[in-house]
Nanobody
Framework: QVQLVESGGGLVQPGGSLRLSCAFS??????IGWFREAPGQEREGVSC????????YYADSVKGRFTISRDNAKNTVYLQMDGLQPEDTAVYYC???????????????????WGKGTLVTVSS
C-alpha cells in the first residue's frame, strides 16, 4: 500500500513562512509533488520534483517564493514556502506517481497517489 502523509500546515501572517513535509512509504516514486485546493478554485499543481533527474516544476504563482526539496534517506519531500500571501490559503496535498511522465505534465495533470492534505491559512 502506498501512503503519503503531509504535515506542517497552520496559520501564518502575510509575508511569513511555512515548511511542509511529506513522508512517503514507497521507494519507487518517479515524481513527488505538492498540489493545493483553495476555496472555490480548481486544484493547482504547486511544485513537483522528479526522483530520476531532480528536475523540478513550479507554478507561476509560486515561482521565486516556494522551494521543493527531497531527502531520500528520510523518504521525505519538503515544500519551503516564503513570502506567503492570502491567495496561498488552501489545503495542500502531497502526491506521488510511479509513471515516467515529464514532471511538468505530471504536476499539471495530477498524480495517482495522494495524502490527506494539510491546511495552510495565510491571514492577518
Amino acid at each position: 500500500q502506498v501512503q503519503l502523509v503531509e504535515s506542517g500546515g497552520g496559520l501564518v501572517q502575510p509575508g511569513g513562512s511555512l515548511r511542509l513535509s511529506c513522508a512517503f512509504s514507497s521507494l519507487d516514486y518517479v515524481a513527488i509533488g505538492w498540489f493545493r485546493e483553495a476555496p472555490g478554485q480548481e486544484r493547482e499543481g504547486v511544485s513537483c520534483i522528479s526522483s530520476s533527474d531532480d528536475s523540478t516544476y513550479y507554478a507561476d504563482s509560486v515561482k521565486g517564493r516556494f522551494t521543493i526539496s527531497r531527502d531520500n534517506a528520510k523518504n521525505t519531500v519538503y515544500l519551503q514556502m516564503d513570502g506567503l500571501q492570502p491567495e496561498d490559503t488552501a489545503v495542500y496535498y502531497c502526491a506521488g506517481d510511479l509513471s515516467r511522465v515529464h514532471i511538468a505534465t505530471m504536476c499539471i495533470l495530477g498524480m495517482d497517489y495522494w495524502g490527506k492534505g494539510t491546511l495552510v491559512t495565510v491571514s492577518s
